[in-house]
């Protein structure tokens, strides 16, 4: 039976990503005002989530879909790397400003979790390398983030969070399956209560 946190969660149905998104769009849609560099794809229209988070039951939990590439800082990275500790995975994109404001949000929790076996993984998508790179240097962000352009990590995760959401963060137990996921911008004891619920489960 998922869980309820201060009224910011939902029952975890399994919503279509469409049915989501439609419902997510009286929210609040945000575009990218420099139609990215793919030239101003159909995905250039993102939706504002209202930070509303759902937990997942640990038999309620689908596998997360694996996806490797190259983080900003060049390194090569895979999901699947990350498969028994805690990973907190966040999609960003420096032109969306509640991306901007939830980013010091990130870095508490982030540093708050250092010694618990917890890692955060961003995903820069539909972004200029250059300014996400800037980004990175000026919010002092501490992990790093693959650089998706194309928006392939989203487009896999879409069962569980509509692709065009932005931000949107996923944390993923030691077994690598979904536990809970937030779409919108979060916040510190939101993402605090959410990430250590899944460290004090048994590993």
Request: glycine share 10%; proline share 6%.
């Amino acid at each position: 039976m998922p869980s309820r946190r201060s009224g910011a969660l939902r029952r975890a149905g399994r919503l279509p990503a469409a049915a989501l998104a439609a419902a997510l769009a009286a929210a609040g849609c945000a575009s990218d005002p420099a139609e990215t560099a793919d030239g101003g794809s159909d995905d250039s229209r993102y939706i504002a989530g209202d930070g509303t988070a759902t937990e997942f039951a640990p038999e309620e939990r689908v596998e997360a879909p694996d996806h490797s590439g190259e983080t900003l800082d060049g390194e090569e990275v895979a999901l699947s790397d990350y498969e028994g500790g805690v990973l907190v995975l966040n999609v960003w994109a420096s032109w969306c400003g509640p991306c901007r404001s939830e980013t010091p949000v990130l870095n508490e929790v982030h540093g708050d979790f250092a010694d618990r076996d917890v890692e955060f993984l961003g995903v820069n998508i539909k972004d200029d390398r250059t300014a996400a790179e800037a980004f990175e240097r000026k919010q002092e962000v501490d992990y790093p983030s693959l650089y998706d352009q194309p928006g392939e990590v989203p487009q896999a995760f879409r069962d569980t969070v509509p692709p065009q959401a932005i931000p949107s963060t996923l944390v993923i137990d030691r077994e690598g399956r979904i536990a809970a996921r937030v779409i919108g911008e979060t916040d510190y004891d939101q993402l605090t209560g959410l990430v250590q619920t899944v460290v004090e489960e048994d590993g």
